[in-house]
């Protein structure tokens, strides 16, 4: 039988903190699940566990210095980047934090951090105030948002004695992570499915120059588009302006207004097994749209009269077969879940993705995003602060699941 990890390619990064010597057991873990795994250690780690070591359980020579001293060997980090499919760092101490999170590129591993293609995976590890400072949750939010995967410290006693938050996780959940996040890039479970996505913001017109929008990227519906499609999915976006770039092999239909994201939906859902509603919908749009631009009155004051939108989730999801998922969006500064489960309700969703502005790195505009996911059999599940493609995973997994 195959091993899960037969033929991955991973780089093992060590850097210099006392759970360097659980990276032994981790590395043991990827080469019995069938990885091929090349260490890259930082200088200080090496003071806590042997190169030695290391290379007689990858079979490989273990890579710290730019160079081989003795033979002038360049260690090329690019090369290093290419051929890996995934890097985890394990440990990660709050000085590679800072520096990933900065680009300094001051040793070998950063380097080649900063030449990964490649998912990055790191298990941070450190004193319990270490972890819990400022800069430190800055460095990890900043990670966060360049699509690193943070393997969250645990709570225990730690090297220094103290109890709390900052011992690396066990290396047995790191080797775990590290096959789920393979098993979820192979997953393959929407084939022969479809996908109707809204995304972005409307702009509501006023005159030939003006218009009423808002601040929604796009970036939370054009991830869940390229997920859906990766899964197989036939996917098509029907999408109010934005400058995010179309994922390969979706189809989008580009609108202004309410009015024609609800016509796109319309002609596009035939078929549909999910409808997605990540819009930013504007909630009302001029009563009149003038064919000049509005020349500036000699008045104080301007009056502009609006007229209600559709809701498009609701209009749509009341109309859709039973059968089809349906999925809704709520953006709140307050009593998230509570307006949550209401709009469930309201709009006829099937299930409904919450994130509060309370919340730092949560709402529009950030790379990254935390939800809690209402669903309509009453599961209720809060993830924490994730990239927004880690969420759209996490999103479409429940779609997936409530496919019939
Ligand atoms: O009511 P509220 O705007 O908070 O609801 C948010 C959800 O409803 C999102 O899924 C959004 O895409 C959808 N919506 C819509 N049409 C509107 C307003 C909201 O589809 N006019």
Not at 144 to 160: F, K, M, N, R
Not at 261 to 278: N, P, S
Request: aromatic letters at 4%; one cysteine or more.
């Amino acid at each position: 039988m195959m091993k899960p990890l037969e033929g991955k390619h991973i780089i093992l990064g060590i850097t210099g903190g006392i759970a360097a010597y659980k990276s032994a057991m981790l590395l043991r873990l990827l080469i019995k699940k069938g990885a091929e795994v090349q260490v890259v250690i930082t200088p200080s780690g090496k003071e806590f566990i042997t190169p030695v070591t290391l290379s007689a359980l990858s079979g490989k020579p273990v890579v710290s210095e730019f160079f081989t001293a003795n033979t002038g060997e360049w260690h090329s980090h690019v090369d290093l980047g290419l051929w890996a499919d995934l890097m985890v760092i394990a440990p990660c101490t709050a000085s590679t934090l800072g520096k990933m999170a900065n680009g300094i590129a001051d040793n070998m591993l950063v380097t080649t951090y900063l030449s990964a293609k490649e998912h990055v995976m790191v298990a941070p590890a450190m004193d319990l105030d270490m972890w819990a400072h400022p800069s430190t949750q800055r460095n990890i939010s900043t990670l966060i948002g360049d699509g690193v995967e943070i393997i969250e410290p645990g709570s225990g006693e730690l090297a220094s004695h103290l109890t709390g938050k900052g011992r690396m996780a066990e290396p047995e959940e790191i080797a775990a992570r590290v096959e789920a996040w393979f098993a979820g890039e192979m997953k393959r479970d929407m084939e022969g499915r479809k996908v109707v996505i809204t995304a972005g913001p409307t702009h509501e017109r006023l005159d030939p120059v003006r218009y009423l929008g808002n601040d929604s990227t796009g970036k939370m519906g054009y991830s869940i588009a390229g997920e859906c499609r990766k899964r197989g999915a036939e996917v098509v976006i029907v999408s109010g302006p934005v400058s995010v770039p179309v994922p390969e092999g979706v189809k989008c239909i580009k609108v202004e207004s309410a009015l024609e994201m609800l016509d796109g939906v319309r002609t596009q859902m035939e078929g549909a097994d999910a409808l997605i509603f990540t819009a930013a919908v504007a909630d009302y749009r001029p009563a009149e749209v003038d064919s000049e631009k509005i020349k500036r009155e000699k008045t104080p004051e301007m009056n502009l009269r609006l007229v209600a939108n559709p809701d498009i989730a609701a209009t749509i999801s009341k109309s859709a077969p039973a059968n089809t998922i349906k999925v809704g969006f709520a953006l709140e500064t307050g009593n998230a879940l509570e307006y949550g489960r209401r709009k469930l309700e309201t709009k006829g969703l099937d299930m409904i993705v919450v994130n509060s502005l309370e919340d730092a790195g949560a709402g529009f505009g950030t790379d990254t995003n935390k939800v809690t996911i209402i669903r309509k059999d009453g599961s209720e599940i809060a993830y924490p602060l994730k990239d927004k493609r880690e969420v759209a995973r996490d999103i479409v997994d429940n779609i997936v699941d409530q496919l019939t």
